[in-house]
């Protein structure tokens, strides 16, 4: 009844996902606004928008939905909630994140940074090259095992690219993690208290009205 008439075309799904029409204020008070009405309890709301959001803070692009999604069961979370909480990630603030774990691993490591423009594609083809060596393995381990020598200096250098946002996403995870337990459990039980004050009073109000003469 309320589809739209016309369907975008994948140009604009895309250009509406890296900029919202409603803009970018409108749409976190909307997405609050959604976390809010889940329902579900405020631990398992704030548990499964927390899960989503520290994976945002990982460098496993593409994988975000699915860590979200096994951390918030295991944790007794709003799936749900933790998809929208991975929206924290979205192609806006990914550099911004990339920048700061990586930067955050490099201070740990106490070695040189990198040019800020490069981190993504750099953790890109690290991380990609990661998956693509494992799957191989996985396939056919006797093709690494053989040829050992040729395949250990890529991924000594593969994970070196990704060592340092590792060790700056281990930092910055539970942090972003507590901080989001924190504030949406505060916002989902006030939340929720009001909406029970409400229904109670109306409900008392009705059998007001019922027991008048």
């Not at 799904?13 to 409603?22: T, W």
């Not at 929208?84 to 911004?96: A, D, E, K």
């Not at 750099?122 to 393995?137: D, Q, Y």
Request: glycine share 6%; proline share 4%; charged share 20%.
């Amino acid at each position: 009844m309320f589809k739209r008439t016309k369907r975008r075309t994948f140009l604009q799904r895309m250009r509406n996902f890296i900029y919202p029409d409603m803009g970018i204020e409108r749409s976190l008070r909307y997405t609050t606004n959604r976390i809010k009405r889940i329902k579900a309890s405020p631990y398992a709301i704030a548990m499964g928008t927390a899960c989503g959001v520290a994976m945002s803070f990982t460098p496993f692009l593409g994988l975000h939905f699915l860590l979200s999604v096994l951390f918030a069961s295991i944790l007794r979370g709003s799936l749900f909630a933790s998809i929208v909480g991975t929206l924290v990630g979205n192609p806006i603030t990914f550099p911004l994140i990339f920048a700061l774990i990586y930067n955050t691993g490099q201070t740990i490591l106490g070695t040189n940074g990198m040019a800020d423009e490069h981190i993504i594609s750099v953790t890109l083809a690290a991380v990609w090259g990661l998956f693509k060596v494992f799957f191989l393995f996985a396939k056919d381990y006797r093709e690494i095992t053989e040829n050992w020598a040729l395949y250990h200096p890529i991924l000594v250098e593969l994970w070196d690219a990704v060592t340092p946002m590792l060790l700056g996403a281990l930092v910055w995870v539970p942090l972003m993690w507590f901080v989001t337990f924190t504030v949406i459990y505060r916002i989902s039980y006030i939340y929720q208290k009001k909406c029970a004050e409400r229904r109670k009073k109306k409900y008392a109000l009705k059998r007001n009205m019922e027991n008048k003469p």
